[in-house]
């Protein structure tokens, strides 16, 4: 079984500019979660969706958004994006009915000039 | 709110050697999860163990082992005959029942095995 994939691995913007960023969960995984890692602030909740559905979002600015499609993938889009977006942002995906072990993937590292 | 504080940034220790990874958290929740992520260079988190605050008996997984103090709200990581693929950042998570999936992260400990 294919673990959760994240595109692109690596970004360079600049100021001003927005991005998207994509995951892909284990199939059969219906929720996923976004976090960001930035050695700052370390490890925050961004949002969780499940089945198109945002269930839970964290404290941060509207300028961070999600979706998450019918075949359970999700992208994340930061608009105007600020030198403090540059972080790790990792997703984690999981059965999302009851508790079960969420995986993560591999994270994207945005890094904003 | 919830919070988690690991107050150990970094840690060596020599192969084959046992290491404790200290971890507090705070919550006023009854029924919660307790985790212990790992992250090495690749970046990669793997789950290496988890709690249910329902539960009495310590979490072990082979050579991981936890001590989980609910009334302390104290959840420390026993790495046994550590081994050089130790080597990464450790995370303790706290995660409320219901929340989900909202964890709440600690700061991480570098732990670095020498051999």
């Known amino acids: 079984k294919a673990g959760v994939t994240q595109t692109p691995r690596y970004l360079i913007k600049t100021r001003g500019q927005q991005v998207t960023l994509s995951c892909s969960p284990i199939?059969?995984?219906?929720?996923v979660s976004w976090y960001q890692q930035t050695p700052g602030q370390g490890l925050q909740f961004l949002f969780e969706y499940f089945s198109e559905t945002q269930r839970n979002k964290g404290n941060f600015p509207g300028r961070f958004s999600g979706r998450q499609f019918s075949n359970s993938r999700s992208e994340m889009n930061v608009s105007t994006l600020e030198l403090g977006d540059s972080a790790l942002y990792l997703c984690?995906?999981?059965?999302?009915?009851?508790?079960?072990?969420?995986?993560f993937g591999p994270g994207t590292r945005l890094t904003v000039l | 709110a919830q919070t988690v504080t690991q107050s150990q940034p970094e840690m060596s220790v020599q192969e084959a050697e046992t290491v404790t990874l200290s971890c507090t958290y705070d919550t006023s929740e009854n029924n919660y999860y307790l985790f212990w992520y790992k992250q090495p260079p690749s970046r990669q988190m793997i789950l290496v163990i988890r709690q249910e605050a329902y539960k009495q008996q310590n979490a072990t997984e082979n050579r991981f082992s936890v001590n989980f103090q609910k009334a302390a709200k104290s959840f420390s990581l026993k790495i046994s005959d550590s081994q050089l693929g130790d080597t990464a950042m450790y995370f303790c998570a706290f995660m409320k029942h219901g929340s989900n999936y909202q964890l709440i992260w600690g700061a991480g400990t570098k732990l670095i095995i020498k051999p």
């Open positions: 984690a995906s999981t059965t999302g009915d009851a508790y079960n072990e969420q995986f």
């Open positions: 199939s059969g995984h219906r929720s």
